[in-house]
């Protein structure tokens, strides 16, 4: 009997890890809102650019990071059809779970997860570790709104626990109950998303870049009624924050080594990545007692 149970659990891993040699053909990546039909219904929109609408986070103006100076960051890459691939980010927050936004995993064919990557396009880069979650592993919050983007937040459930070691590890979360809103404090937000609004391709190389977060009434004056409380916004000034691709992932503060997740990506302005408006995320603080409900 033993051997028979060692050997089911030998064929799911392999099952498992089969499914995760899933190759991916680069020249269909592309950032999950920028594939076709992402925009349709959508409502939101910077209030100063009525007929624009807005658009999900990519680093611009920032910098390359040292090789795996966010061990927590994850690449998501969710496959659409066989002709899209969509590109997003996300975090570690258990063995088991990764965080990230909900417009990027939904109504997608299965996902990717990249961890341990600074090159995200090279699969032979020895620090990655890469499973593929199947749609019954999408934990979607039930009251995300598609139109709006509020309560983007999501968890994807690994099939296998990550190895974690120096280059894959969990980022440390507020806790339960903490109602610090962080406004002033010196954010940092990373991803390979688009590194310029001229830009046409993805960075390969992870990206980081800092800003301040503003209050939720300097966000709303730009984005009106969509800034709820849950929401958490960053200036961009000087043309520096999210762009394209960067959806879903980290916004820390804290020192190297002992940052804490503040912020999920979740929009930018239409109007471009490098003008400054604010960049908005699904507040951390927000939703932890649904995280703690969602991450097994």
């Not at 990764?98 to 961890?115: E, K, R, Y």
């Amino acid at each position: 009997m033993k051997l028979i149970v060692a050997a089911l659990f030998a064929l799911l891993a392999v099952s498992a890890h089969a499914e995760d040699d899933w190759v991916i053909d680069w020249s269909t990546v592309v950032p999950i809102q920028e594939t076709p039909g992402f925009w349709d219904g959508r409502e939101i929109k910077p209030i100063f650019h009525p007929s624009e609408k807005t658009r999900s986070g990519r680093i611009v103006g920032g910098t390359i990071t040292a090789p795996n100076a966010h061990p927590y960051q994850a690449g998501l890459l969710m496959r659409i059809n066989i002709l899209a691939t969509g590109l997003c980010g996300g975090s570690l927050i258990s063995s088991t779970a990764v965080l990230t936004a909900a417009h990027c995993p939904i109504n997608t064919q299965s996902t990717q997860v990249v961890l341990g990557a600074h090159v995200l396009n090279s699969a032979n880069e020895p620090t990655q570790q890469r499973q593929t979650v199947q749609p019954a592993g999408y934990r979607l919050h039930a009251s995300y709104n598609p139109s709006n983007l509020n309560n983007d937040i999501a968890i994807l459930i690994l099939p296998l626990p990550a190895t974690l070691n120096a280059v894959v590890s969990v980022i440390t979360l507020p806790a339960l109950g903490v109602t610090n809103t962080f406004a002033g404090e010196l954010a940092t937000v990373s991803g390979w998303g688009r590194f310029s609004d001229a830009s046409t391709a993805t960075s390969t190389h992870l990206r980081s870049v800092q800003n301040s977060v503003i209050t939720n009434a300097v966000c709303a004056a730009t984005f009106g009624g969509i800034i709820i409380p849950s929401t958490l916004c960053t200036s961009t000034v000087g043309g520096r924050g999210t762009c394209n691709g960067d959806s879903g992932g980290p916004l820390t503060v804290g020192s190297a080594g002992a940052r804490t997740q503040i912020g999920v990506v979740s929009f930018g302005a239409a109007a471009g990545c490098e003008v400054g408006f604010p960049a908005g995320f699904a507040r951390v603080t927000s939703f932890r007692q649904w995280i703690i409900d969602n991450q097994f």
